[in-house]
């Protein structure tokens, strides 16, 4: 028994000893401050990144490279990236740091007519004065994407975007040419023929996992903008519109009609997105609704035979709804800055931001790894991207309407996941109607 | 014609706890791709590298190291205040005894989730992130009422004989805990131990929450850096998985005789 309580005693004394690696590091900051005599322009910064880019991707090695890059020309600044790929990884850690109050450096939330409360708490810093103090960066960026982190009822900028691309149709050519679709359908009803053809020669016409139940909100934020227009999103937001107005659930009877016309693997309910990018990459689905984030897979031979048959397009439109033919649905995710700053601490944040969205970055993001930050002061090197990424590009920026998720612009939060469920919710018998109402029993909860 | 229904009930379910370790141990040696395409068949060529990768990428030895320190010293910190408390809840006779014990029972309902944001909020009020210290006492905090509840039982169960011999002989309070009723107690010990062990080695909520320092972290948390916001390297990430559940794996089996006993021996009496 004397030795368990020793080794208690012991184990006790390592962990006082190995717990507060902040407070070692504190000991060696207040040395060299002596040596250094207390020069502000040394003074120890940390600064902690709380986003989404996270993993073993192309776009996390060159994020991470920015990151070191700029620790060496700070040797005074330590980063730590607390990001996490997970996405209830990261809520949770966003919620509990918004709650105790310690809010990363730079950090990011979805969405926007949100965000009133957290610039009411001073959580987000207004971007526009850093904006004015760095014109050259700041008008690089592309003024929708800039305009977009507006935040209805509040003056100013309160997220710079570092992000974009459009939320295509991604077909295999040569699997449409095989169910004897020459043309990529252009409209709604022809995108109904080619379906029939498609299931007539068993290929699954588009392939998509309500598992990860974004995708199935991918697909009903396609025909809602196509049916209704971007600001549609908005009137919901704003309750100038229900989800239950007969125009709304139109859009899910659109999406319950793609269901029923086999438009989907039987068994879509239960895959995820990986398993449905795995069948079209193996040529068992003709389409995909995705970003140009899978772009590098589709165009790697040893991931796919078929590298050399993709293309993409945009959703086909309705024949009734010329007007909506160019709104889109595309990705746009920000970076925010922590509005309690001050001083160095401060400046060099800003700085960071800089240098993780500067053209230059954007040009070896882009290059290296197919993702876009929305900006319109670098050239692309054609030679070193696929063609698919040149021609999301373009598709891109012919939309006259932008919009992300329909929830984007709803101030109640839950309202990403019980959109998102309500849809899936088609896959196993619910109505459109049953959908719509519950989706709008969650905003009428909330007031 | 009871034996075959056993055996058949024996036998699916061990299909059952078995299947997902076999789907991860065999997932862990394909590609990305092969696990989506054909995820039950036996892989093409055999990825080990995926274990190597797994090594390095998720610094597995560092995080392992971590995990062992502080499902270590959750275990002892809980052992031994859980069952001082124990001691005096089954042995002493006062007024708020049974309180006592019902308040540690409500413990037990208290779900991790719904003290999140307090807990959040003392730990960034008092500066204790990065501190594992403050992880291992918000695990002792948690791990408490089941650890005294499972102990009182047991304590009861034993015969007040050799304490009332000890005191006899002039033993202190603190020498009959220490000296038999500890001694005694070492199976029930035992099995709150492996409990405890695994609850605060499979977590990943609270190290999410308040580790952010590299080198502090344990490895549940190695595991989310194989996790990326679009695609993440499943992999590398089942190789990881097999080799962190290895060694709860080993503890169990190493206690598995006492963990067992100890089961039987709290439920005999209440």
């Given at each position: ?8 005693l ?6 006082v000893?190995c717990s507060g690696?902040?407070d ?7 040395d060299?401050?002596d040596i250094?005599n207390?020069?502000?322009?040394n003074e120890?910064?940390?600064?902690r990144?709380l986003t989404r880019m996270?993993?073993?991707?192309t776009?996390v090695e060159?994020?991470?490279d920015i990151?070191?890059k ?5 040797p ?7 990001s996490q790929?997970?996405e ?5 850690k966003?919620?509990a740091d ?5 809010v990363a450096?730079?950090?990011r939330?979805?969405?926007v007519?949100?965000l009133?409360?957290?610039i009411?708490?001073g959580?987000?810093m207004?971007?526009?004065t850093t904006?004015?103090?760095?014109s ?5 960026f ?5 305009k977009?982190?507006?935040?209805p009822?509040?003056?100013g900028?309160?997220g710079?975007p570092m992000?974009s691309g459009l939320?295509?149709l991604?077909y295999n050519e ?7 679709i020459n043309e990529f359908?252009e ?9 029939d053809?498609?299931?007539?020669k068993?290929?699954t016409p ?5 598992g ?6 991918h697909l009903h934020n396609?025909i809602f903008y ?10 919901l937001g704003?309750r100038?519109?229900?989800w239950t107005d007969?125009?709304v659930?139109e859009?899910?009877?659109v999406?319950q ?9 039987p068994?879509?309910?239960?895959l ?13 689905a ?6 140009p984030?899978?772009i590098?897979?589709m165009s790697?031979?040893?991931e796919?035979e078929?590298s050399?048959?993709y293309?993409?397009a945009?959703?086909?439109?309705f024949e ?9 649905m595309?990705?746009l ?6 509005g309690?700053?001050?001083g160095?601490e401060?400046e060099?944040?800003?700085e960071?931001l800089?240098?993780?969205?500067s053209a230059e970055?954007?040009?070896r993001?882009?290059?290296e790894a197919?993702f876009l930050?929305?900006r319109t ?9 696929p063609?698919l990424f040149?021609?999301?590009?373009e598709l891109g920026?012919?939309?006259t309407?932008?919009?992300v ?13 019980r959109?998102?469920?309500?849809i899936?919710s088609?896959f ?6 049953e959908?719509?109402?519950?989706i709008?029993?969650?905003?009428d909860?909330?007031? | 014609m009871n034996k075959k ?6 036998i699916?379910m061990a299909l ?6 076999l ?5 862990s040696?394909?590609?990305n791709r092969e696990i ?6 036996l892989p093409?060529v055999?990825?080990?590298?995926n ?5 390095k990428e ?5 995080y392992?190291?971590?995990?062992i320190i502080?499902?270590?010293s959750t275990?002892?910190?809980a052992?031994l205040?859980?069952?001082m408390a ?7 006779n006062?007024?708020?005894?049974k309180?006592?014990?019902?308040f540690f029972?409500l413990?037990m309902?208290i779900?991790?989730h ?6 959040a909020?003392?730990i960034?009020?008092l500066?204790?992130k990065n501190?594992l210290v403050a ?11 089941f650890?005294i509840?499972?102990l009182?039982r047991f304590m009861?169960?034993?015969?007040p ?15 009959v ?9 070492v ?6 131990s492996i ?7 499979n977590?990943?909520?609270f190290?999410l929450m308040?580790i952010n320092?590299d080198?502090?972290k344990?490895?549940?948390l190695?595991?989310l ?15 990881a998985i ?7 794996l080993i503890v169990?089996?190493l206690?598995?005789?006492k963990v067992?006993?100890?089961l039987?021996a709290?439920?005999v009496?209440?």
């Amino acid at each position: 028994m004397k030795k368990i309580l020793f080794l208690a005693l012991l184990l006790g004394l390592f962990l006082v000893g190995c717990s507060g690696a902040d407070d070692t590091n504190g000991e060696v900051s207040e040395d060299s401050n002596d040596i250094n005599n207390e020069d502000s322009d040394n003074e120890d910064v940390e600064i902690r990144l709380l986003t989404r880019m996270a993993g073993s991707s192309t776009q996390v090695e060159i994020f991470n490279d920015i990151i070191t890059k700029f620790e060496e020309d700070h040797p005074n600044v330590t980063v730590i990236d607390e990001s996490q790929g997970d996405e209830s990884a990261f809520n949770n850690k966003l919620k509990a740091d918004l709650a105790s109050g310690t809010v990363a450096n730079i950090f990011r939330i979805q969405g926007v007519a949100g965000l009133g409360e957290y610039i009411d708490s001073g959580i987000l810093m207004n971007m526009d004065t850093t904006l004015e103090e760095n014109s050259e960066w700041a008008e690089g960026f592309t003024e929708g994407a800039l305009k977009y982190y507006q935040v209805p009822g509040y003056e100013g900028t309160y997220g710079i975007p570092m992000e974009s691309g459009l939320i295509g149709l991604y077909y295999n050519e040569a699997l449409l040419k095989e169910a004897g679709i020459n043309e990529f359908p252009e409209t709604y009803s022809d995108l109904l023929v080619a379906i029939d053809k498609l299931n007539a020669k068993e290929i699954t016409p588009i392939s998509l996992g309500a598992g990860s139940n974004y995708m199935a909100g991918h697909l009903h934020n396609q025909i809602f903008y196509k049916w209704l227009g971007t600001d549609a999103a908005k009137a919901l937001g704003v309750r100038d519109k229900k989800w239950t107005d007969d125009d709304v659930v139109e859009t899910l009877d659109v999406f319950q009609e793609l269901i029923d016309v086999g438009a989907f693997d039987p068994d879509a309910a239960g895959l995820n997105d990986e398993i449905a990018l795995a069948e079209f990459l193996e040529g068992k689905a003709a389409m995909i609704i995705t970003g140009p984030w899978n772009i590098s897979r589709m165009s790697d031979p040893e991931e796919t035979e078929f590298s050399d048959s993709y293309k993409v397009a945009k959703f086909p439109y309705f024949e009734e709804k010329p007007e909506f033919k160019d709104e889109d649905m595309q990705v746009l995710s920000p970076y925010m800055v922590n509005g309690q700053l001050e001083g160095k601490e401060k400046e060099l944040t800003i700085e960071l931001l800089k240098a993780l969205t500067s053209a230059e970055a954007s040009k070896r993001f882009a290059e290296e790894a197919q993702f876009l930050i929305p900006r319109t002061d670098y050239e692309i090197d054609e030679s070193t991207v696929p063609e698919l990424f040149l021609t999301s590009m373009e598709l891109g920026s012919t939309s006259t309407g932008i919009a992300v998720d329909t929830f984007d612009f709803d101030p109640v939060a839950s309202m990403q996941d019980r959109t998102r469920n309500s849809i899936v919710s088609l896959f196993i018998n619910a109505s459109p109607e049953e959908a719509a109402k519950e989706i709008q029993a969650e905003i009428d909860k909330s007031e | 014609m009871n034996k075959k229904v056993l055996l058949i009930f024996t036998i699916v379910m061990a299909l059952v706890f078995i299947g997902p370790m076999l789907f991860t141990i065999i997932s862990s040696l394909k590609e990305n791709r092969e696990i989506f395409s054909s995820p039950f068949s036996l892989p093409e060529v055999f990825k080990f590298e995926n274990y190597v990768f797994a090594w390095k990428e998720a610094n597995m030895g560092r995080y392992i190291l971590n995990s062992i320190i502080i499902s270590s010293s959750t275990v002892i910190v809980a052992a031994l205040v859980g069952s001082m408390a124990s001691f005096v809840i089954a042995r002493f006779n006062f007024k708020i005894n049974k309180y006592l014990l019902l308040f540690f029972l409500l413990g037990m309902m208290i779900p991790m989730h719904s003290v999140l944001v307090p807990v959040a909020y003392v730990i960034g009020v008092l500066g204790l992130k990065n501190n594992l210290v403050a992880l291992v006492l918000i695990y002792v905090a948690f791990l408490l009422p089941f650890t005294i509840i499972v102990l009182t039982r047991f304590m009861k169960s034993v015969s007040p004989s050799l304490e009332e011999a000890a005191i006899m002989d002039g033993a202190s309070y603190f020498q009959v805990y220490y000296k038999i009723m500890l001694p005694m107690t070492v199976p029930a010990i035992s099995t709150v131990s492996i409990f405890n062990f695994l609850a605060s080695w499979n977590d990943i909520l609270f190290p999410l929450m308040f580790i952010n320092d590299d080198r502090l972290k344990p490895v549940a948390l190695g595991l989310l850096n194989f996790s990326g916001e679009r695609a993440s390297e499943y992999g590398p990430l089942m190789a990881a998985i097999t080799i962190v559940i290895l060694i709860p794996l080993i503890v169990y089996l190493l206690f598995q005789e006492k963990v067992e006993s100890g089961l039987a021996a709290g439920s005999v009496k209440g």
